[in-house]
C-alpha cells in the first residue's frame, strides 16, 4: 500500500481536537507512526493568534491522493466544524494535509505533492525526518535530513507527554 505522510494541526481546542481526527481517520486508513507532537507558535497571520499543535503521521491507503483529500481529509475537516473562507489565516480545529504521497510528483492546481510547505515549515520538516530520516524527497532530490537542518526547534516545544498517549491509542503496532 502506499505510504502517505499527513500533517496534522490545530489551533482551536487542538488536543480534544487532533484525538477526534485520528478516531476518525484510523476508520478510513491504516495508521502507521505518529511523530512527536509539538506546541507551535502561529505562522503568519494576526500574531495574536493562539498557538498550535503540529505533528505528521504515516498512513497507509489504497485511496487516490485527489479522494483521500476531498473526501476523507475534508471530510473529518467537516465534521469537526471547520468552515472555509476567504480567510487562510481563521483558527482551525483541525487542518489534515497531504505531504507526501509516496514517491508521487504532481503540481496539479489544488494538489502540489510534496507540499511545498515541507520546505519551509519547521513543524513539517522535523517531524517528516523523525519518522522516515533516510528519506530523499522526490521532487527536487533533496534529503529530508537537510530540509530538516535548516531549521531549529526553537519555536516548537515537544509534547512527549501527548504524544506518548496519542502513540499509544493510535499507532498501528509494527
Ligand atoms: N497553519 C497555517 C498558518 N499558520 N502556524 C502553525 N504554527 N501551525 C500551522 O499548522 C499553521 C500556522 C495555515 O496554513
Ligand atoms: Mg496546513
Ligand atoms: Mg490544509
Not at 493562539?50 to 481529509?73: C, H, R
Not at 471547520?82 to 487542518?95: E, G, M, T
Not at 519547521?122 to 531549521?151: R, T
Amino acid at each position: 500500500l502506499p505510504e502517505v505522510f499527513i500533517g496534522v494541526g490545530s489551533n482551536v481546542q487542538p488536543e480534544a481536537h487532533i484525538r477526534k481526527a485520528l478516531t476518525l481517520l484510523r476508520q478510513q486508513v491504516i495508521i502507521k507512526a505518529l511523530s512527536t507532537f509539538y506546541r507551535t507558535l502561529p505562522l503568519g497571520g494576526p500574531a495574536a493568534q493562539a498557538s498550535f499543535i503540529n505533528g505528521v503521521l504515516i498512513a497507509e491507503t489504497d485511496l487516490p491522493p485527489l479522494e483521500l483529500k476531498n473526501s476523507v481529509l475534508r471530510g473529518i475537516e467537516r465534521r469537526l466544524g471547520r468552515r472555509r473562507s476567504v480567510d487562510r489565516y481563521a483558527p482551525r480545529p483541525i487542518d489534515l494535509d497531504i505531504i507526501l504521497y509516496s514517491t508521487l510528483v504532481t503540481k496539479e492546481p489544488g494538489m502540489l505533492i510534496p507540499d511545498p510547505q515541507l520546505y519551509d515549515r519547521p513543524f513539517l520538516a522535523l517531524p517528516v525526518s523523525e519518522l522516515a530520516p533516510d528519506l530523499v524527497l522526490p521532487d527536487s532530490g533533496m534529503a529530508i535530513a537537510a530540509v530538516a537542518a535548516k531549521h531549529t526547534e526553537n519555536a516548537m516545544k515537544p509534547l512527549f507527554g501527548y504524544t506518548a498517549k496519542l502513540r499509544k491509542e493510535f499507532a498501528h503496532e509494527h
